[in-house]
């Protein structure tokens, strides 16, 4: 079975840019969770959804947005880049709603220059 | 509301000696507990988790935790440190969503 898989690696955009990171879920799974790592900030919830619709939100602005796709695949996008964006995003997903093991993919690796 | 407070941004053990990761929770309602570990440039991998049952939960590679309701805490052990073992490792809640700590990174020491 394969696991979740984030598309790129690796990236460097510039301030101002915009970026869309690209998360694929295990099969079967329905909902993508999003995260922010950070040395300074560690581990910071963006948002959830489940089902296209997002479930629940982090505090962050609104610059940062996501979707999800009737195929459980997620995106997210981040405008206006700032450097502070730099950052391993990390997408999860589970099998469903509420409380329950969430399994990661390998980051995409933000710099923001 | 939940949250999780890792007691300790950086563990040193000597290989072999007892490895202890301290996890206190805050949770409103009955708490799902999940240590991860992350290797470097790498994402988390679960090392296990705690439901309900039995509050001795046993994970990979070696690793265990209790869950104490009474001391609301969820620490991680290992009887005898590896080489293979120095990576962070993050204590989670997860209620609605999957709240996590800020992390302890574990040193291995020759």
């Known amino acids: 079975k394969a696991g979740v898989t984030q598309t790129p690696r690796y990236l460097i955009k510039t301030r101002g840019q915009q970026v869309t990171l690209s998360c694929s879920p295990i099969s079967g799974h329905r909902s993508v969770s999003w995260y922010q790592q950070t040395p300074g900030q560690g581990l910071q919830f963006l948002f959830e959804?489940?089902?296209?619709?997002?479930?629940n939100k982090g505090n962050f602005p609104g610059r940062f947005s996501g979707r999800q796709f009737s195929n459980s695949r997620s995106e997210m996008n981040v405008s206006t880049l700032e450097l502070g964006d730099s950052a391993l995003y990390l997408c999860?997903?589970?099998?469903?709603?509420?409380?329950?093991?969430?399994?990661f993919g390998q980051g995409t690796r933000l710099t923001v220059v | 509301a939940q949250s999780v407070t890792q007691l300790g941004s950086h563990v040193s053990v000597s290989e072999g000696a007892l490895v202890l990761l301290r996890c206190n929770y805050s949770s409103s309602v009955p708490p799902y507990l999940f240590w991860y570990v992350q290797y470097p440039n790498q994402g988390l991998q679960l090392l296990l988790k705690?439901?309900?049952?039995?509050?001795l939960v046993k994970g990979i590679n070696g690793f265990e935790a209790e869950f104490k309701k009474s001391e609301t805490s969820f620490h991680l052990t290992k009887p005898s440190a590896h080489m293979s073992d120095a990576a962070e490792y993050f204590c989670a809640v997860s209620a609605s969503k999957i709240i996590f700590g800020s992390g302890t990174r574990l040193s291995i020491r020759p």
């Open positions: 959804y489940f089902s296209e619709t997002q479930r």
């Open positions: 705690y439901t309900t049952g039995a509050t």
């Open positions: 999860a997903s589970s099998l469903g709603q509420g409380p329950g093991e969430a399994f």
